[in-house]
């Protein structure tokens, strides 16, 4: 979703590879058809300069600790959101901005709005969903889904004067704004 890209490769595997240590697989090395963002690094023989098109640069000087990186990487993807019509989706923040309205989701409803959006013109397998969100579960329960899904466009419904819903044909989930 988040494509990080350096201009030395030996760095941006340690990066990664603390990156999957911290479980943050939102971040990519490759570009793909869903890199929606893009943050860059460029290392210099004494600094880190960290880039995005939407934030300020961020220069930091070296040598210095690997959390303070992915700190200020995370402070810069927090930026990061999908525009919609009406609002805007910030998945890292776990939140939808709706004019002046916040409206905080919780874990199951974040990963299922991400998905959604990552997916807005073709829609996403349900099932492909449920596994995504209960990766753990031995049985696939579609009420289980489609109560989770329900809730979340109450929630958005109820707590904001924006309505959105979802249409599920032939076994894919969209989201209709």
């Known amino acids: 979703m988040i494509l990080l890209e350096c201009n030395d490769s030996y760095f941006k595997n340690k990066i990664f590879a603390l990156l999957e240590q911290l479980s943050l697989g939102y971040f990519e090395s490759v570009k793909s058809n869903h890199s929606y963002f893009q943050i860059n690094l460029q290392l210099h023989s004494n600094n880190l300069q960290i880039s995005s098109d939407i934030s300020d640069d961020v220069k930091l000087q070296l040598p210095i600790r690997f959390n303070y990186i992915i700190e200020c990487i995370n402070k810069l993807s927090r930026n990061f959101k999908f525009k919609f019509d009406k609002f805007n989706y910030y998945p890292l923040n776990q939140e939808l901005r709706i004019i002046n309205q916040i409206v905080k989701l919780n874990l199951i409803h974040n990963k299922i709005l991400m998905q959604l959006s990552i997916n807005h013109d073709e829609g996403i397998e349900k099932n492909i969903l449920y596994k995504i969100i209960w990766p753990n579960d031995k ?39």
Do not use: W
């Open 139 to 177: 049985s696939y329960q579609i009420n289980k889904l489609d109560t989770h899904l329900s809730n979340l466009k109450n929630l958005i419904n109820s707590a904001s004067n924006f309505k959105i819903n979802f249409e599920s044909k032939n076994g894919i989930v969209r989201l209709v704004i």
